[in-house]
């Protein structure tokens, strides 16, 4: 395929690249996200610049967008809503895609066989996921196919959701769930694995659970030949806790993200290239 410029926007991080043949990824940006959208547009516009104003670019976003990437819906960043992440020069040239979606796309062998399934389960500030079968990427009805964060699941029973719900997989199981349960909300470089064990320990079991828990019914629905985990709790010590859990006799073994913290980088250049075949 010919260089995508790539983007990914997460609730933490903003990260763009240049993504070429074989996946190689080069002229790297990452950055705090910024407060607002208009600033996010701002930072976008001068690494595409920088990049040589590449076309076609591919987006992975962690809020649901709609394809002009207008924010619809943002609960870890509710001052985004309502406004557009992309400068203006892109419309009608970018293909905007959910961030788990993009990651499902990046763990998906190039050369799977007829049927295969791959899950990706993505754990950081929040939870996204996706999951690609026989090639095509589950999009959904009003693209928020899989998303796993905001299913019930008995180990979140009684945690508040951003999302307005209770009892999601992501109030227990994520970034923003850990800083919450444990008193650290105004903390956006809260790091759980330098917390006392006596205090962690708990919300970490927790959240493993959790995410075990989730685990185990959506292999129950889509019987997965690949199962990734990533983002950034995902490819932590984290990882470790969770599969000690879930772990079966017979059933899909999850790996940590082959592609790393870049999956939604290089899920994004698939999905924009694709596009332009």
């Known amino acids: 395929m010919s260089a995508v410029f790539a983007v990914d926007l997460g609730a933490t991080f903003l990260r763009t690249g240049l993504v070429g043949r074989d996946d190689r990824l080069t002229r ?16 976008v516009r001068t690494a595409w610049q920088a990049a040589g104003s590449p076309l076609p670019v591919g987006v992975a976003a962690a809020p649901l967008c709609d394809t002009a990437g207008r924010v619809i819906r943002w609960p870890n960043r509710p001052g985004y809503e309502g406004t557009t992440i992309l ?21 998906d062998p190039v050369a ?18 996706g999951a690609v079968v026989d090639g095509r990427l589950l999009v959904g009805r009003s693209a928020s196919a899989m998303a796993l964060g ?3 699941v008995r180990a979140a029973a009684g945690l508040a959701c951003s999302c307005g719900a209770t009892g999601c997989l992501q109030a227990a199981a994520s970034g923003r769930a850990f800083r919450r349960l444990l008193g650290r909300d105004d903390d956006p ?31 129950g629905l889509l019987d997965p030949h690949q199962l990734a985990i990533g983002g950034s709790l995902g490819l932590s010590p984290f990882f ?16 940590r993200h082959p592609a790393g913290p870049d999956a939604p980088l290089l899920g994004a250049a698939r999905y924009a290239s694709a596009g332009t075949t």
């Open 87 to 107: 400068p203006d020069e892109w419309s009608g040239l970018v293909r905007v895609i959910d961030d788990g979606h993009a990651a499902a796309l990046a763990a």
């Open 112 to 129: 799977a066989a007829a049927g295969s399934v791959t899950v990706c389960l993505q754990i950081g500030t929040g939870i996204g996921a």
């Open 28 to 43: 790297r940006t990452r950055l705090p996200t910024p407060a607002t959208a208009a600033e996010c547009a701002a930072v």
């Open 240 to 255: 470790d806790r969770v599969t000690t859990r879930f772990a079966r006799p017979g059933q899909v073994v999850p790996v």
């Open 150 to 152: 905001h299913i019930r």
């Open 189 to 219: 470089g809260f790091d759980i694995f330098t917390v006392p064990r006596a205090a962690a320990d708990p919300v970490l079991d927790r959240a493993a659970d959790a995410v075990a828990e989730a685990l185990n019914l959506i292999v």
